[in-house]
C-alpha cells in the first residue's frame, strides 16, 4: 500500500505570496491532519480533516487553511507568506483520526520564503 | 494547552550501548506514540501504546506508557549507526482533543 505523498517536496516563495500543499493520505484513510516543524518550536498542529470537514485547529493565524475533497486529498494554504513561514510542513493521515487510530505522515514539504 | 518536556535533548553515544529517553507532561494523556524521523524525511512510527503501564516491544526497542498517563519513555538496546536521527514523543490527549501534541526531540548520535 502506498504511503502519504505530498508534493511539492520543495517550494521557494516571497514574501506576501501565497502557497498550496498537497497531501494524498494512504488509501482507505478518512482524516487527514497538517503540522508545521520548526527548529525553534518543533511540530506544532495546524489543523485536522474528516470527511471533508475540519475537526480541530491549532493556534494559528488565519493565513493558514485547509480543506479536504471527496477522495480524502487535502490541500493546506499558505497567504500573505512572511519569512517566518519557512518551515517543513508535514502531513499525516489516519484511519479515523482523532487519536482512535495511528497517524502516518508523509515526507514533507519544504517551504523557503525569502 | 498541553505540552511534552523530552529529555535529554541529544545524545552522543558509541555504537552497542543502550539508550534511554523519556518524555513527561503535566496532563494526562491516552496514547503515547514514538516516532523517528532522518533528515529531510517525515517521522515514522516507531511504537504505539495505549494503556497505562503497557510495555512493548519492537525489535531493539522498547518503550512504555507511564502508570500516571503522564509519562513515557523509550529504550534502544545495541545501538547501531543507523539509529541516527531525532525520536519524537507525541501524544492524544483524547476527547475533543485531535491533535498529537509533539516532544521537542531526542537527538541521536551513535559513534561507529
Known amino acids: 500500500k502506498a504511503g502519504v505523498t505530498q508534493t511539492p517536496r520543495y517550494l521557494i516563495k516571497t514574501r506576501g505570496q501565497q502557497v498550496t500543499l498537497s497531501c494524498s493520505p494512504i488509501s482507505g484513510h478518512r482524516s487527514v491532519s497538517w503540522y508545521q516543524q520548526t527548529p525553534g518550536q518543533g511540530l506544532q498542529f495546524l489543523f485536522e480533516y474528516f470527511s471533508e470537514t475540519q475537526r480541530n485547529k491549532g493556534n494559528f493565524p488565519g493565513r493558514f487553511s485547509g480543506r479536504q475533497f471527496s477522495n480524502s486529498r487535502s490541500e493546506m494554504n499558505v497567504s500573505t507568506l512572511e519569512l517566518g513561514d519557512s518551515a517543513l510542513y508535514l502531513c499525516a493521515s489516519s484511519l479515523y483520526g482523532g487519536g482512535t487510530s495511528l497517524e502516518y505522515f508523509g515526507p514533507g514539504t519544504r517551504l523557503t520564503v525569502t | 494547552g498541553q505540552q511534552l518536556n523530552q529529555s535529554p535533548q541529544s545524545m552522543f553515544i558509541q555504537e552497542g550501548e543502550d539508550v534511554s529517553m523519556n518524555c513527561t507532561s503535566s496532563?494526562?494523556?491516552?496514547?503515547w506514540l514514538w516516532y523517528k524521523q532522518d533528515p529531510g524525511e517525515g517521522p515514522v512510527l516507531l511504537i504505539a501504546l495505549y494503556k497505562a503501564g503497557e510495555l512493548t516491544s519492537n525489535g531493539r526497542l522498547t518503550a512504555q506508557f507511564g502508570i500516571t498517563r503522564k509519562d513515557s519513555f523509550l529504550n534502544i538496546s545495541a545501538s547501531i549507526p543507523s539509529d541516527v536521527g531525532i525520536y519524537f514523543c507525541?501524544?492524544?490527549?483524547?476527547?475533543?482533543?485531535?491533535?498529537?501534541?509533539f516532544g521537542k526531540g531526542t537527538l541521536l548520535t551513535v559513534n561507529p
Open positions: 507525541a501524544g492524544h490527549g483524547g476527547g475533543s482533543n485531535y491533535k498529537l501534541t
Open positions: 496532563s494526562i494523556f491516552n496514547t
